[in-house]
């Protein structure tokens, strides 16, 4: 038996132990009227050693998280979902047998606990109970309290346990709540509208990515998670809503790594009669504007660098920013054959039909993108590149497009939408015979968006966020893996034969 397994009988053992003496091991009556946050402040006004006043009583439940017992007294942390308070049991307060009961509980135990408020002499505001009783038994040891999770797969599998024992955890969850809901209210307050578009989809569009693939059995018809909502939202704007919306799942059947997990979280939106230089100062306005209501300040620390948001952010063309950061000659750039060769030259494999533009942007990618800390907005992408972007009017080859950058990442992508079906439906066409015949990314036409915008789409400018990396910037967390609650991992090894050894002791 695994020295895991060994633990968890000998816990089971205690629990038909306590069963035994009448304990209740799971009940579901006990309703507490108060949480530890709302208690905590009342201690202010209380001296050491004094009772508050007037003797109101309280009732809290949550886990417990520490235990120190003696002959005749015991103290107990427990924790609710809002913080913590010591809990102080008395003998000749609670009754012998119910004390002596109690001293056969464990740490992680969920407990429910009446009593009266008051100061110890250390000055620890507690709750000094006249009634305790057992909500829930814990069968598995919680983690030492000074180690907590160590191991990083391990926090990743059992989020339920890293959220007990490490408040940070708690609190990056919690932030990321903040952060979606401060986005939901800034474009609200902009007027626009919140929808739902398809999850499964026919075609999957909107994108260039490897899709997850199921079949509908009542239809008889294959269906893709989808990659991007964005060609439902733009039908939106064909059907009159003219500001939308959508913070969802896509889906990509792609690697894992610290930046990219197959189920994450966008934010994409859409707003009639706007350019991308709307959208660049929105988000601008945006996020900085949620990171001073997140963290209190425009200027964060991520993962050891300096980073200020405050506005105005930097905007490069992606020339600009080759010859500023890369150091490549404004002369090269202009000459697609030296393009071409020195993306060859950097070991950067290109397709057979891949053009300047195509070879201009992996250069960006290769010695630019990573050195880009500050957000720095770099616009005029090549047409090659964008599919979905409307042409600049001066010049054809690039279009009304940008990416942001901050730390070296990829946040947000936005562009003047295109909005000519014929011009449409040509770069469907090039984009699916430049995949060929590609396995693992489908080429198909939507031939429905294109009817949609053969009705007429208004001029128009979308972008997709990413809200995994927003939360990341903002909680300084390393991995996308720590601000997804439950992320993608490979089956644990020996879990199963774990379970069945248990279960036949």
């Keep these: 038996m695994s020295e895991e397994n060994q633990t968890l009988a000998q816990r089971k053992e205690k629990a038909e132990a306590l069963a035994e003496l009448g304990v209740k091991l799971y009940i579901n009556s006990f309703k ?47 924790a609710d979902g809002s913080g913590q308070i010591q809990i102080y049991l008395k003998l000749d307060i609670l009754g012998e047998a119910v004390f002596e009961t109690f001293k056969k509980w464990d740490i992680g135990d969920i407990v429910g606990v009446v009593g009266t408020l008051f100061k110890t002499k250390v000055g620890e505001l507690s709750l000094q109970a006249s009634e305790i009783v057992m909500i829930s038994k814990s069968l598995r040891p919680l983690p030492d309290k000074w180690h907590g999770l160590s191991d990083v797969e ?41 929808v739902e578009t398809p999850m499964m989809q026919p075609i999957p569009g909107g994108a260039t990515a490897k899709p997850f693939k ?40 792609e690697g894992l790594s610290t930046r990219h ?14 350019t991308y230089e709307d959208l ?15 963290n209190g300040s425009m200027k964060i620390t991520y993962q050891g660098q300096e980073v200020d948001l405050t506005p105005p952010w930097t905007k490069l063309t992606m020339d600009e920013a080759l010859m500023q950061v890369a150091g490549i000659s404004a002369d090269l750039l202009a000459d697609d054959a030296q393009v071409m060769a020195l993306a060859r030259e950097k070991g ?17 990618e290769l010695l630019v993108e990573d050195r880009l800390i500050n957000p720095t907005f770099i616009t005029r992408y090549p047409t090659e590149v964008s599919p979905l972007a409307r042409r600049n009017e001066e010049d054809p080859s690039v279009t009304d497009r940008f990416e942001l950058f901050i730390t070296g990442r990829e946040l947000a992508n936005g562009f003047s939408e295109l909005n000519d079906p014929r011009d449409q439906l040509s770069r469907f066409e090039k984009q699916i015979a430049d995949r060929g015949d590609d396995d ?32 990341m910037l903002l909680t300084d967390a390393p991995s996308i893996r720590d601000v997804i609650l439950f992320p993608h991992l490979k089956p644990e090894a020996g879990l199963a034969a774990d379970r069945d050894e248990d279960a036949g002791q």
């Design 32 to 78: 507490p009227a108060n949480c530890a946050r709302e208690l905590l402040p009342k201690g202010d006004l209380l001296e050491p050693q004094q009772a508050e006043p007037g003797g109101a009583v309280y009732s809290i439940a949550g886990r417990v998280l520490a235990m120190r017992k003696f002959g005749k007294a015991a103290f107990c942390t427990v």
């Design 154 to 194: 391990t926090r990743y599998r059992q989020r339920y346990v890293d959220l007990i024992v490490t408040p940070e955890t708690r609190e990056t969850f919690r932030k990321r709540v903040e952060i979606i809901r401060l986005v939901r209210e800034h474009l609200s307050r902009r007027n626009f509208m919140e």
């Design 214 to 253: 199921t079949h509908h059995n009542a239809l008889d018809m294959d269906l893709y998670l989808r990659i991007a909502p964005e060609l439902y939202l733009k039908r939106l704007l064909v059907g009159g809503f003219e500001r939308v919306f959508e913070i969802n799942r896509n889906f990509r059947n």
């Design 261 to 274: 997990n197959p189920e994450f979280t966008m934010l994409e939106f859409y707003q009639a009669y706007a």
């Design 280 to 294: 660049i100062n929105l988000t601008e306005e945006m996020i900085s504007s949620i990171c001073q209501a997140v």
């Design 348 to 364: 950067i494999k290109l397709e057979d039909n891949a053009g300047p533009g195509k070879a201009k942007t992996e250069l960006f």
């Design 440 to 471: 693992e990314i489908h080429p198909e036409l939507d031939a429905d968006y294109i009817r949609a915008l053969e009705y007429g789409m208004p001029s128009a400018a979308g972008e997709g966020i990413g809200i995994d990396r927003l939360v």
